[in-house]
């Protein structure tokens, strides 16, 4: 299906989609580094501009609009998070777009943490506002580990599907598990993950395979604790600013932090995605993304409805 993506950064969720056999017509982000990035990997049809700045009729008619509207006021890894984050009134822009399109269709995702924002308070108010544009409207969290990504990470996607359109969206089915029972694969280990990646400090041909020289100090807080090579790793996640204080997993030997490339395999991007930018800005758009594999397990379950459309 044509798919329209919003907030599309370097373009996670948009490769899940290409994944599952959708097409992405036109996307927009105005990250000039993430736009280049998503433009050498998924396509020129990204525009690099201020959503707010584009007017809905620029944008061409599809059957599915996605967006990871921007969640820093709403994370909770953010000490300043609070209902009224004027970052938070960006997913306004994507129910503009959503009701002057009217796709059969929309994915929206989110940090886990804007399900207790206000109490509940902030997640309703977005629930009505999507449903008043004439949507049937679910959410659920859903953890990439679940889907074969080598990280524990729970996002919220909220589904939209028009009031006219038959069919009902059903959440994909989890592929894996922590344990590998009950007829599923086993959550994949960090170690799993980097198995087939070089050293970085040998000659390697990779894209991205540098590294950030960040000083270790495991003192527990996020970004400070050990990996357990056998586990997935915990959230990647794009906090910090642009002088080097981007929190980034240290890599299981303990010595060093993870590459841009190993982080890129944490969130399940294939080896040759090559990213754009410094290494502070390469970190942070992975941090940003949804994992493809996700992106691709959510996408799929549209196919259903357009295998049996026809
Ligand atoms: C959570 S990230 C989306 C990541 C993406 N879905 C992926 O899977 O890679 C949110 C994106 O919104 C973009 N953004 C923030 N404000 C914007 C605006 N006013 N107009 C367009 N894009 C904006 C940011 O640059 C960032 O790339």
């Given at each position: 299906?044509?798919?329209?993506?919003?907030?599309?950064?370097?373009?996670?969720?948009?490769?899940?989609?290409?994944l599952?056999?959708?097409?992405?017509?036109?996307?927009?982000?105005?990250?000039?580094?993430?736009?280049?990035t998503?433009r050498h990997n998924l396509?020129?049809?990204i525009?690099?501009?201020?959503i707010?700045?584009?007017n809905?009729?620029?944008?061409?008619?599809?059957?599915?609009?996605?967006?990871?509207?921007?969640?820093?006021?709403?994370?909770v890894a953010?000490?300043k998070r609070?209902e009224?984050?004027?970052?938070n009134?960006?997913?306004?822009?994507?129910?503009?777009?959503i009701?002057?399109?009217?796709p059969?269709?929309?994915v929206?995702?989110?940090?886990?943490?804007i399900?207790?924002?206000?109490?509940?308070?902030?997640?309703d108010?977005?629930?009505?506002d999507?449903?008043?544009l004439?949507?049937?409207?679910?959410?659920?969290?859903?953890?990439?580990?679940?889907?074969g990504v080598p990280q524990i990470?729970?996002?919220?996607?909220?589904?939209?599907?028009?009031?006219?359109?038959?069919?009902?969206?059903?959440?994909?089915?989890?592929t894996?598990?922590?344990?590998?029972?009950?007829?599923?694969?086993?959550w994949?280990s960090?170690?799993e993950?980097?198995?087939?990646?070089?050293?970085?400090?040998?000659?390697n041909?990779l894209?991205n395979?540098?590294?950030?020289?960040?000083?270790?100090?495991?003192?527990g807080?996020?970004?400070h604790?050990?990996?357990?090579?056998?586990?997935?790793?915990?959230?990647?996640?794009?906090r910090?600013?642009?002088?080097?204080?981007v929190?980034?997993?240290?890599h299981?030997?303990?010595?060093?932090?993870?590459?841009?490339?190993?982080?890129a395999?944490?969130?399940?991007?294939?080896?040759?995605?090559?990213?754009?930018?410094?290494?502070?800005s390469?970190?942070?758009?992975?941090?940003?993304a949804?994992?493809?594999l996700?992106g691709k397990?959510?996408?799929?379950?549209?196919?259903?409805?357009?295998?049996?459309?026809?």
């Amino acid at each position: 299906m044509k798919v329209v993506s919003l907030f599309s950064g370097a373009g996670g969720l948009d490769l899940g989609f290409v994944l599952a056999g959708h097409t992405i017509i036109w996307a927009n982000d105005l990250y000039e580094d993430a736009v280049m990035t998503y433009r050498h990997n998924l396509g020129e049809h990204i525009i690099c501009e201020d959503i707010a700045r584009i007017n809905a009729s620029d944008i061409p008619d599809c059957d599915i609009i996605i967006g990871g509207f921007p969640c820093q006021g709403f994370s909770v890894a953010n000490m300043k998070r609070f209902e009224g984050d004027l970052r938070n009134s960006l997913y306004k822009q994507l129910i503009r777009i959503i009701e002057e399109k009217r796709p059969k269709f929309f994915v929206a995702e989110n940090v886990k943490g804007i399900l207790s924002l206000g109490k509940g308070k902030v997640i309703d108010m977005i629930m009505n506002d999507f449903a008043n544009l004439g949507y049937i409207v679910q959410k659920k969290v859903l953890n990439a580990a679940d889907f074969g990504v080598p990280q524990i990470r729970q996002r919220v996607i909220i589904v939209g599907v028009r009031n006219d359109v038959d069919f009902k969206y059903t959440y994909p089915t989890e592929t894996h598990n922590e344990s590998g029972t009950n007829g599923l694969k086993k959550w994949v280990s960090v170690s799993e993950a980097l198995a087939n990646l070089p050293n970085p400090d040998c000659p390697n041909g990779l894209k991205n395979h540098t590294y950030s020289k960040y000083k270790l100090n495991f003192n527990g807080y996020i970004g400070h604790r050990r990996l357990d090579p056998d586990k997935p790793a915990p959230t990647v996640t794009a906090r910090g600013d642009n002088r080097g204080g981007v929190v980034i997993l240290p890599h299981p030997n303990a010595e060093r932090r993870m590459t841009c490339r190993e982080l890129a395999s944490i969130q399940s991007f294939p080896v040759d995605y090559e990213f754009f930018g410094n290494n502070s800005s390469v970190y942070r758009q992975i941090g940003n993304a949804v994992p493809p594999l996700l992106g691709k397990a959510i996408a799929e379950v549209f196919n259903n409805y357009q295998n049996r459309e026809g």
